[in-house]
């Protein structure tokens, strides 16, 4: 699959009592992602809260943002999962409702030698013909895979061919750029990294800020892709106080009343997450209205 641009994360809604979905204000939020003219949606990552669903609840959103998106862009699902059981039950169940592309991350408690994630992945790719992205999350995953290793699982994994780099060191995608000679497409995980990462030659941005802001990402992207620098770069410095601020008070939170602030009500993250302090939804409330107003 070709997959290039703005890859959205959706966050997932929760009844007022937090202890079930709401699928239809999910709905919702897949609209406003479409309206914003993203290029594929990234389900069930980390501001989907996909580490507190369970396994019901993780297939029911799954299942309804394959059907709700219906081939408009693709759909990407995220799969991270302790063991390598779990994870091909995941990885099938995506394939089975129609998913385009997983997203697996090698999530840890033990630490995993090379050998142990090299065949996790492997066992996935065996198990389902879908395109996998390798995703490199360590703050999250507690797993840190280096460019080259990276680079190894693509040319020697099928289905493996390419990569979300979220370590927040820009050296890590010059190397994949470097060592791959520009063949393997790798993605931005980082949002304040956003305008360095599509300069050294990422294919997309993945990000759950079009949630909140609508197309400024992608008229990032695209500025860029144009190589027109100047406003490459005064788009991305209009939001980067905004990109910073989502990633530090949490994704899942900090988009979730995002939406509350303009009306829509999304519910609460799930404990032991918190939502935003009255401090911190004055200053989303005061980035939103000065960004909404460049929209």
């Known amino acids: 699959m070709n997959l290039s641009g703005i890859i959205a994360y959706p966050i997932t809604p929760f009844s007022n009592d937090n202890k079930k979905v709401e699928l239809h204000k999910l709905g919702a939020v ?15 990552g980390s501001a ?32 991270a999962e302790l063991t390598t059981e779990q994870a091909i039950n995941r990885a099938e169940y995506a394939y089975e409702i129609g998913a385009d592309v997983i997203m697996v991350s090698p999530f840890s408690y033990y630490k995993l030698s090379e050998s142990e994630i090299f065949t996790h992945y492997q066992s996935i790719s065996n198990a389902t013909p879908l395109p996998i992205m390798i995703y490199n999350n360590p703050a999250t995953c507690g797993v840190d895979m280096s ?6 699982m693509v040319a020697e994994i099928a289905n493996t061919c390419m990569i979300k780099e979220s370590t927040g060191d820009i050296q890590r995608m010059h190397k994949i750029y470097v060592l791959s000679g520009g063949k393997v497409p790798f993605f931005n995980g980082c949002n304040h990294m956003a305008l360095e990462a599509l300069n050294a030659g990422a ?27 100047e406003e490459a770069k005064k788009l991305f410095y209009k939001q980067y106080e905004f990109l910073e601020f989502i990633v530090k008070s949490g994704l899942a939170a900090a988009v979730k009343s995002g939406f509350a602030l303009q009306g829509i009500d999304m519910g609460e993250p799930r404990k032991p997450l918190l939502p935003l302090t009255d401090s911190e939804n004055t200053q989303l409330k005061q980035m939103l209205t000065g960004l909404n107003s460049l929209s």
Not at 30 to 44: E, G, R, S
Not at 147 to 152: C, N, Q
Not at 203 to 220: E, M, V
Request: glycine content about 8%.
């Open 203 to 229: 294919s997309g941005w993945c990000t759950a800020a079009p949630c909140l802001i609508g197309q400024q990402p992608r008229k990032l992207f695209e500025s860029v892709k144009a190589g027109n620098n």
């Open 30 to 44: 897949i609209d406003t992602l479409l309206n914003a003219k993203v290029d594929a949606i990234a389900a069930l």
């Open 48 to 79: 989907g809260e996909a580490a507190y669903l369970s396994e019901s609840e993780w297939k029911q959103v799954a299942e309804y943002t394959v059907k709700r998106v219906n081939g408009r862009v693709p759909v990407v699902i995220g799969v």
């Open 147 to 152: 460019p080259k290793f990276m680079l190894k």
